[in-house]
């Protein structure tokens, strides 16, 4: 029986709607093979995922989504497997944090500016909590503001628009190289996105990332169209790099996005994660 695995999730410690725990319960009860916790900018959650794991008898892979900038463009890296206490990992992870903390609060004056006031500490957001902008768009529709999380940044805060502000990141050749410092495994995140109506650029951007440095990219991805995974695979293929994948899943955040397979199609095959316990177990040998 083939077994799958979803190597990209969130939970209440970024801007996730369920625990860590909770996530890896749910991952357990679908019968994944393994799941990795995959939060904003933190590691918050991992020690308690760790637990769950050995609770639900689930292997549960540490992880971050890291915030980068390439052609200020945004990249996001998957950093698997990572010393979550690396002191390289810890700082940068204070810096990005620092710089969305000072983004936040001009975005929510700005928002209270406009009508729609929201506190975070109102809505229960723990210090831990990396607060991202999909969180923000979730407490407005939770105070009956908007219908749904989409709507809030279509209106609100996607750039351009009147309670957007930029936020510092680190390069993305930097971001690698930082997470491999803190011995991770790095992967490209939904590549397809780094510039949304472009995908000759996109795979631009990937290209001189895997040439940078990246260990891999997500070949499988819930949105992904058959043309997106069509040149993930080429990129594999052609840079002989790791293939990941997982479904992003959020929780209430995306409606209808569900761990492990999505939006109904997706599936992420365990060897994917054979193969990037094969290549950590060869690079250590060097």
């Known amino acids: 029986m083939r077994r799958f695995i979803d190597l990209h999730a969130h939970t209440t410690c970024s ?14 009860r679908k019968r994944l093979a393994a799941v990795a916790i995959t939060d904003h900018d933190t590691v918050n959650g991992i020690e308690e995922a760790l637990d769950a794991g050995k609770k639900f008898g689930i292997r549960v892979v540490p992880g971050i989504e890291l915030s980068t900038k390439y052609e200020n463009k945004s990249v996001h890296l998957v950093g698997l497997l990572p010393d979550v206490n690396s002191p390289v990992l810890q700082e940068i992870m204070q810096a990005i944090v620092r710089a969305r903390i ?21 809505y229960g957001v723990g210090e831990d909590t990396v607060v991202t902008r999909g969180l923000v768009g979730q407490m407005l529709v939770d105070r009956g503001h908007f219908k749904s999380v989409q709507e809030t940044f279509d209106v609100l805060l996607n ?27 790095v992967c490209i995140a939904h590549y397809h996105k780094i510039y949304k109506n472009d995908l000759y650029e996109s795979r631009r951007v990937a290209e001189e990332l895997l040439a940078a440095g990246a260990d891999g990219l997500e070949v499988r991805y819930s949105d992904f169209m058959q ?6 695979e080429e990129l594999a293929e052609q840079y002989h790099c790791l293939r990941s994948g997982g479904s992003d899943f959020h929780g209430k955040i995306k409606p209808g ?30």
Request: overall charge negative; hydrophobic content about 35%.
């Open 159 to 185: 750039s351009g628009k009147p309670a957007y502000f930029p936020k510092w990141s680190p390069a993305s050749p930097d971001g690698i190289r930082l997470l491999h410092e803190a011995g991770a495994t």
């Open 257 to 286: 996005l569900h761990l492990g397979t999505g939006y109904g199609h997706l599936r992420v095959p365990y060897e994917y994660l054979e193969k990037i316990d094969e290549f950590r177990r060869k690079r250590a040998e060097i």
């Open 227 to 232: 043309e997106h995974q069509r040149i993930a």
């Open 15 to 28: 801007d996730g709607s369920m625990t860590p725990s909770e996530v890896v319960e749910l991952a357990a």
């Open 102 to 122: 000072e983004r936040n609060e001009k975005m929510f004056g700005a928002l209270r500016n406009l009508g729609y006031p929201v506190d975070p500490e109102e």
